[in-house]
């Protein structure tokens, strides 16, 4: 089995985990009223969809001739994924929005039930992206795995609203969360698009200590 086998097998766990995770979500946002939940349902799906375009980048990136063209073809996929995370964060903001002004009764246990289970997927998700080894730390695998841990920061952060509603009664608390996600959301895509770049300059790269959102990285270019 090359790297390549490793990755395709690699991503198609982290898919069947994002399909449960889905289903958990989706079913706690409408059984609790909470669009927070339902946002991240949506973000859910989406990491889905990064996952078979990262699963597409790979086959291509496989046929590939040289590394230069493998490096261009990762560095489209992480454009993509980018797009797809911004689209996200937009959609979360608008959905916040929509209920911050239009309040309405969120049932707060409900909620963080199904937020942690979710989160605990993807927190499976995690280690399934976190043991790679050290060339097969590019931008493919990075872009998807901060797909992953801000629908894990997500997840943690929705429980963590629906904890507070239940004792707080409070319910402006599910946009509140949904807002900061977003934020952290935006800040990501940055951070993929700065790497896409980064890969499409370079012949050789070695990604190292990734810790995402911030990694430091050293290169080769060719001559």
Not at 68 to 92: F, H, P, Q
Not at 124 to 133: A, E, F, I, S
Not at 149 to 175: C, E, H, K, R
Request: aromatic share 10%.
């Amino acid at each position: 089995m090359d790297r390549y086998d490793r990755e395709i097998r690699r991503y198609f766990w982290v898919f069947c985990l994002g399909i449960l995770a889905l289903g958990f979500e989706i079913t706690g946002g409408l059984l609790s009223g909470s669009i927070a939940l339902l946002a991240d349902a949506g973000h859910v799906f989406m990491d889905n969809v990064a996952v078979i375009i990262s699963v597409v980048v790979v086959m291509c990136a496989r046929r590939s001739a040289s590394p230069d063209k493998e490096n261009i073809i990762r560095a489209r996929g992480g454009y993509i994924s980018a797009i797809l995370l911004l689209t996200i964060a937009i959609g979360t903001v608008v959905s916040a929005y929509h209920r911050l002004t239009n309040p309405h009764e969120v049932q707060g246990l409900k909620m963080l039930v199904f937020a942690a289970l979710s989160g605990a997927i993807n927190y499976l998700q995690h280690l399934r992206l976190h043991g790679v080894r050290e060339n097969e730390k590019h931008v493919t695998h990075t872009a998807l795995h901060m797909h992953i841990l801000s629908d894990m920061m997500q997840s943690f952060g929705v429980a963590l609203g629906g904890l507070m509603i239940n004792l707080t009664g409070w319910y402006l608390i599910d946009p509140a969360v949904s807002f900061w996600i977003a934020y952290r959301m935006f800040r990501w895509t940055i951070e993929i698009w700065k790497d896409s770049n980064f890969q499409k300059t370079t012949c050789s790269c070695v990604w190292h200590n990734v810790r995402p959102p911030t990694f430091s990285k050293k290169c080769r270019r060719v001559r």
